[in-house]
């Protein structure tokens, strides 16, 4: 195993959070470990498992439904950020996503720029169906190899959470390079490798890049990142960066420096998971419990503390929008059971507020935001 970044072979491992289970992206339990190595050249975090069979393929489902009121406030902030990446002075004419999913973010980019040309590429085929559904836009099967050989030219190409999911970090920066008019722009989002938290939970997140490592991978391909920000108040956990293709005269803006002690961090923060399914069990007993949340955070619980899990007996959220989950069923938060405690399943930067609130209804609430705190 070398390290995508750097091509280094001096890995080492960090703690797994569960001997036997992981997280897909897609939020399904693997019957395989993490595999999370540190490359102690370059500081980057590569996943270093077996890739799960068809990842993308048929069951990668997330997008089958159009999202909902909290995705598409997500996907216009995405939009707004990439706005305020491109240059205010020409409206792109010619847009393309890499990894489109349902096509929700070319659809607010097209509010955006509505004379745009816009197209994407996705690997599930689940998803580039939907796109035309949900939002009327174009998204073809497959990746940036999949366009015409002759359909080049875009004025700005975006890619938000894809680059961290691909084995080959360097082919995918070359082949949007490809794309690109000379004056064009990329624009990536991904996951902020300098803070630990979730993301270094999800299997398929096989690099975590650092801003250095997106500057590397950038500069590699002939491109010259002009920007790398955190986006800390508008996505938290997420940066961005943005960059042209180098003409040979421009020269680049300084690399940031990689930060060891973040990458350290990462270790700490696996163990404190590792811990997890013990410490929640010490708070509630043998009590069952009501689980408060269904999203990603519930499906973390689910693999990686899957006793607490077992203890579940029903979820509860505030306004139910299906009846079952894992079997089990969702009720409106009113409606469920007071003699049971409720064990909070959200983002632990959630949980104060959540604790405050459903403790004043009266409810005994366990929360976990002082032993991981991201
Ligand atoms: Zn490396």
Same mark, same amino acid.
């Given at each position: 195993? $070398?390290? +995508?970044?750097? +091509?280094? =072979?001096?890995? +080492?491992a960090l703690t797994h959070p569960h001997p036997t289970r992981s997280m897909s992206s897609n939020r399904d339990v693997l019957d395989i470990p993490l595999d999370k190595?540190?490359? %102690?050249? #370059?500081?980057?975090?590569l996943? #270093?498992?077996?890739?799960? @069979? %068809?990842?993308?393929? /048929?069951? !990668? @489902?997330? !997008?089958?439904?159009?999202?909902?009121?909290? /995705?598409?406030? $997500? =996907?216009?902030?995405?939009?707004?950020i990439v706005q305020r990446y491109h240059p205010a002075a020409a409206a792109p004419r010619r847009i393309l996503d890499i990894g489109a999913a349902d096509g929700a973010l070319l659809s607010a980019l097209g509010e955006i720029w509505p004379n745009s040309d816009r197209i994407g590429v996705e690997p599930s085929p689940v998803a580039a169906a939907a796109a035309h559904v949900h939002y009327g836009e174009r998204v073809v099967t497959g990746d940036s190899r999949t366009l015409a050989p002759d359909d080049l030219g875009f004025d700005l190409i975006v890619s938000v959470n894809v680059i961290e999911h691909t084995p080959d970090p360097h082919r995918f920066v070359s082949d949007a390079r490809r794309l690109l008019s000379p004056d064009g722009r990329l624009i990536l989002i991904c996951p902020d490798g300098a803070l630990p938290n979730v993301q270094i939970l999800i299997q /398929?997140?096989? =690099? =975590?890049?650092?801003?250095?490592?997106?500057?590397?991978?950038?500069? /590699?391909?002939?491109?010259?990142?002009?920007?790398t920000d955190r986006l800390t108040d508008t996505l938290p956990g997420f940066q961005v960066a943005c960059a042209i293709p180098s003409d040979g005269r421009m020269t680049a803006p300084?690399?940031?420096?990689? @930060?060891? +002690?973040?990458v350290d961090a990462h270790d700490t923060y696996l163990k404190s998971w590792r811990a997890l399914d013990q410490i929640l069990g010490d708070r509630l007993g043998t009590?069952?419990?009501?689980? !408060?949340?269904?999203?990603?955070?519930?499906a973390m619980i689910q693999t990686y503390a899957p006793r607490i899990f077992q203890r579940i007996d029903m979820f509860a959220v505030d306004t139910p929008a299906i009846e079952r989950f894992e079997d089990r069923p969702v009720l409106g938060i009113t409606d469920a059971p007071k003699t049971l405690p409720i064990l909070l399943l959200t983002a632990p930067r959630s949980q104060k507020v959540l604790f405050e609130r459903l403790s004043a209804m009266g409810r005994s609430v366990v929360r976990f935001d002082d032993h991981i705190t991201a």
């Open positions: 195993m $070398r390290c +995508s970044i750097c +091509s280094s =072979t001096d890995l +080492s190595r540190i490359c %102690r050249s #370059c500081g980057a975090i996943e #270093c498992g077996p890739s799960p @069979d %068809r990842l993308f393929g /048929d069951s !990668y @489902d997330i !997008y089958a439904r159009p999202g909902g009121a909290q /995705d598409h406030a $997500r =996907t216009r902030r995405i939009a707004e /398929d997140h096989l =690099t =975590t890049f650092q801003a250095c490592h997106l500057n590397r991978v950038l500069g /590699d391909a002939q491109m010259i990142c002009v920007r300084g690399v940031p420096e990689l @930060d060891w +002690s973040a009590r069952a419990v009501i689980g !408060y949340g269904i999203g990603e955070m519930a």
